[in-house]
């Protein structure tokens, strides 16, 4: 089993993603395809009007702050045109692909985190009325049942909270709990860049490879997002998934590339 993640930023080519997915698939690649979409929410809500807030956390971590209106953009956004545009690729490459998102059948489920402390001007303030979560626990008869039926699941945050309510929570995070609740071979992170850089942005700095018992100390490495991917990297190890790499979707065949060990290497 490999379970994909393939982010939401600017680049990533969909098409490529979507067909190299389906060629691996017919070959009888068992696999999941779990996404984001955070470029284009941001689109839709600033056209929406209501622009997206971004908070840090004392420790460094980025995150969208999601207020009930924020959620239900998201929701739009990803369960909707993201979600559906993947699925219909795949349709459209004859791959019986389903689109779900961690609500249904409480795929992806954990705390509901009302409060997020931010850091705001040098100063910490705690802002209420956030609708996140961590992935605690993840449900996977629903996923077995299609997988065993024949049909490609395709999912998307967000989560459902203890209370069955809707919560955004990080997807790459989502992705290394679902590969380590299905024993995955493989956990494949793909992005914009083409794995984890050295010298951010600088292309040339790619790490090739971190050893699976150390792979926090490259968070220093990380800036903003992508620290959530080298903690959901670190989190799949410790849970017994065998390799995670951080690939580029942005061209070419970037599932077999990332298989074939192309990008940031974690074992
Ligand atoms: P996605 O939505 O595609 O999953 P994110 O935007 O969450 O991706 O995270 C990937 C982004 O992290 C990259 O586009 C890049 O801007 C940023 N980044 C920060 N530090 C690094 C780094 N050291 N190496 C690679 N990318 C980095």
């Known amino acids: 089993m490999v379970i994909v993640k393939v982010g939401g930023s600017a680049g990533i ?79 459209r490459l004859g791959v019986n692909a389903v689109g779900l998102s961690g609500l249904d059948g409480r795929i992806f489920e954990g705390r509901h985190k009302d409060s997020v402390r931010a850091v705001e001007n040098g100063k910490v303030k705690v802002l209420r009325g956030d609708h996140t979560g961590t992935v605690e626990k993840v449900n996977t008869e629903l996923i077995e049942l299609l997988l065993n039926a024949g049909y490609l699941p395709v999912l998307t945050p967000p989560a459902a909270s203890y209370e069955g309510v809707a919560i955004n929570v990080d997807g790459d995070r989502a992705a290394a709990a679902l590969a380590v609740a299905l024993k995955a071979d493989a956990l494949l992170l793909l992005s914009n860049v083409p794995g984890l850089l050295r010298n951010f942005p600088d292309e040339s700095s790619l790490i090739a490879s971190i050893p699976a018992n150390d792979v926090e100390s490259y968070l220093e490495f990380a800036q903003d997002r992508m620290k959530k991917k080298v903690l959901g990297a670190a989190e799949a190890v410790q849970g017994g998934v065998r390799r995670v790499v951080f690939g580029d979707a942005r061209a070419g065949l970037p599932v077999s590339a990332a298989l074939g060990g192309a990008g940031t290497v974690v074992s």
Request: charged fraction near 25%.
């Open 13 to 91: 080519d969909y098409d490529a993603v979507c067909a190299d997915i389906a060629a691996l698939w017919k070959a009888g690649q068992r696999l999941i395809l779990v996404h984001g979409g955070s470029g284009e929410t941001n689109r839709v809500a600033e056209a929406l009007g209501h622009p997206p807030k971004f908070v840090t956390s004392p420790s460094g971590y980025t995150s969208r702050f999601t207020d009930r209106q924020t959620l239900e953009i998201f929701e739009m956004v990803y369960c909707g045109k993201v979600n559906k545009g993947i699925v219909e690729r795949l349709q």
